[in-house]
């Protein structure tokens, strides 16, 4: 088969709700990718944020292939003792005094918590304020949240109850107050977004706003989570700030579907059983997997390695920005950083992708940059190479 029968197949039998790009993958291992007729590609944007640790990570695989033979699903009315280990390891590495609410991906978990918010709001309180320019998935509820137009068009009428106000604007989040918010919902950097990084000084402020008030706050965590910043979630780069809900997906199970709500112990107990399921949530063999993606990031100092790798790969991305006029700016942190173009970024885009490098374009200007957390600097410097090549021939 070809990478033109797959697309014949997919024409035919495929919903068309994304836009691809003309490679059909087949294998791949850490930061590399084969396609149908054996190219290799260099992976910057490994699975949207997903496969933290690259492609097929060796504990997740013999992780993976040892439950599969054991157990690989059971419901939610029984225990699951790998659920309790990943639960208290999710406690412990948040740092977040409470409990875990186990389902299948980022949409799901930020369903979870909205649901979580308006128990804790009695029905009397159901108001969630979130940021525009934010993304929070594709179900109903949470395209309501996301503040972007072009997410909900043609999907009226929305879950009423969202507010929508400017990021990092705390004068828009105090005049919010009237509308009696339940909670107030945000990525600490937007991604799909084009990589907007919260300041210090607002976060802190909303805090105290929201305590006074008793508002929750629910950080989306999905793709900021794990890692991918240098600590385990953004939210530890606050110091100070602790939310009361953080949700998490992509990278936790190093490829596997899972999504996760952590939710401090006074806001979980909102929680009565029946009130909240997920049929597939926690499964033996993805949290199996999830252990895996953990034991690794610890064992290999992958936390380090983010942080050394980013300001690495920042510092090289900053050089560019010295020799190109056309780049605008570089925003980010640990190894989700983008590069603002102020022009030609599609192109720029493509001719990465001819050139076998993969990487991300969000917002039609931002280039999204986000390797695996175990990428070396050998890695890096072949992306730049090529990314420095490509800017070199449009300018
Ligand atoms: N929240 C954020 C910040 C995301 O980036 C995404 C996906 O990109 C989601 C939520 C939705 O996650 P999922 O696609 O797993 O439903």
Known sequence: MKTRDVIKLYNKYVMNTYSRISISLVKGKGTKLVDLEQNQYLDFFPGWGVSILGHCPPKVVSHVKDQVRKLIHIPNNYYNHLQARLAKMIIRISGIKGKVFFCNSGAEANEAAFKLARAYGREERFVIIT???????????????????????????????????PFNDIRALKNCLKKNPVAVMLELIQGEGGINVACYDYVMELQ???????????????????????????????????????????GIAGGLPMGIMVAR???AEYFKPGMHASTFGGSPLV?????????TIMKKKLLKNTQDMGNYLWEKLNQLKEKYEIIKEIRGMGLMLGMELKDKAEQVYQRCVDKKLLIN?????????????????????RAVYILETVLKELS
Not at 287 to 295: N, P, R, S
């Open 131 to 165: 940021m525009y320019n934010s993304f929070h998935g594709r179900t109903l509820a949470c395209i309501s949240a996301t503040g972007q137009e072009k997410y909900k068009k043609g999907f009226g009428p929305l879950v009423p109850g969202f507010v929508h106000i």
């Open 208 to 250: 105290r706003i929201c305590r006074q008030h008793d508002i929750l706050i629910i950080i989306d965590e999905v793709q900021t989570g794990m890692g991918r910043t240098g600590k385990w979630f953004a939210f530890q780069h606050f110091d100070g700030f602790t939310p009361d809900i953080i949700t998490i997906a992509k």
């Open 265 to 267: 112990d006074e806001v």
């Open 287 to 295: 949290c199996k997997a999830a252990l895996g993606v953990i034991d």
């Open 361 to 381: 374009l969000t917002q039609g200007k931002v280039l999204r940059i986000m390797p695996p957390l175990n990428v070396t600097r050998k890695e890096i410097d």
